[in-house]
């Protein structure tokens, strides 16, 4: 092959990857709308509102199905080797991390529905800061991956600790209204579950975080992370299944 037909072939794999990229980063930044939106209407107790929220996570599902037929045709016609291939297989894990993200989101919106069938209680507020702390560990990711800045990538790595100290916190405040007052038990159960799924969301932020370190370093990110959520410890209850 020349030397020119070795160039159009890289040229037209990178102009693919970059496009690969761009996709995933608006999939990213749309479950990050979706976040917001579900805690939007956590607030205004809307249940058609919260419906919405719930029938949008398709558009990220049709995302995720596309950006899974991309990375197949990529792979058929470029067959990467080395470095590119862990570029498209960064892609492949980064977009299914990205469809958890948006499935988590609409579990919020869901449980936002009787929620607001029920009086409301003081906690509710403290949702908004644990979606606040995650959907700005799901924007830092996304700009490491689209920069290939592993650096950004370890710190959001490391910064996820104080998601799960912050859901700790809150998780022990929900316990607290539960044994002060009986009435309480329904709503606070019901954001015992919204807040899990916010850390949770948290726990795939890491996920790209380590993807991201893999792709640019070619070798995994094995450092101890602190992890601070405290909620499975022998003294306090659990949450059964994570992805309800």
């Not at 719930?54 to 067959?79: F, K, M, T």
């Not at 449980?111 to 799901?138: K, Y």
């Not at 990538?153 to 916190?169: I, M, N, P, S």
Request: glycine share 4%; aromatic share 6%.
């Amino acid at each position: 092959m020349s030397g020119s037909g070795k160039e159009h072939i890289i040229k037209s794999y990178d102009d693919e990857l970059a496009r690969l990229t761009g996709e995933i980063v608006r999939m990213g930044e749309l479950s990050i709308t979706q976040l917001e939106a579900a805690i939007d209407v956590v607030e205004r107790r809307d249940e058609r509102a919260a419906q919405h929220v719930v029938i949008n996570d398709d558009a990220i599902d049709q995302l995720e199905q596309e950006i899974s037929h991309d990375v197949v045709r990529l792979l058929a016609l470029r067959a990467p080797i080395a470095g590119d291939l862990r570029n498209v297989f960064a892609a492949l894990r980064i977009a299914a991390d990205i469809e958890r993200i948006g499935d988590y989101a609409a579990n919020v919106a869901k449980r936002s529905i009787p929620l607001s069938m029920v009086a409301p209680i003081a906690p509710t507020n403290g949702l908004g800061h644990l979606a606040e702390l995650a959907a700005a560990e799901v924007r830092d990711v996304l700009i490491a991956y689209r920069d290939r800045d592993a650096e950004r990538a370890y710190q959001v790595w490391k910064d996820d600790a104080d998601l799960d100290e912050a859901y700790t916190g809150y998780f022990r405040q929900l316990l607290t209204y539960m044994m002060e007052d009986p009435r309480n038990i329904t709503p606070c159960t019901h954001l015992l579950f919204m807040a899990k799924n916010i850390e949770r969301i948290g726990d795939h932020a890491t996920n790209i975080a380590e993807n991201v370190w893999f792709q640019v370093n070619g070798e995994p990110l094995t450092a101890q992370r602190s992890k601070r959520d405290y909620t499975s410890s022998p003294e306090m209850p659990t949450l059964g299944d994570k992805s309800e």
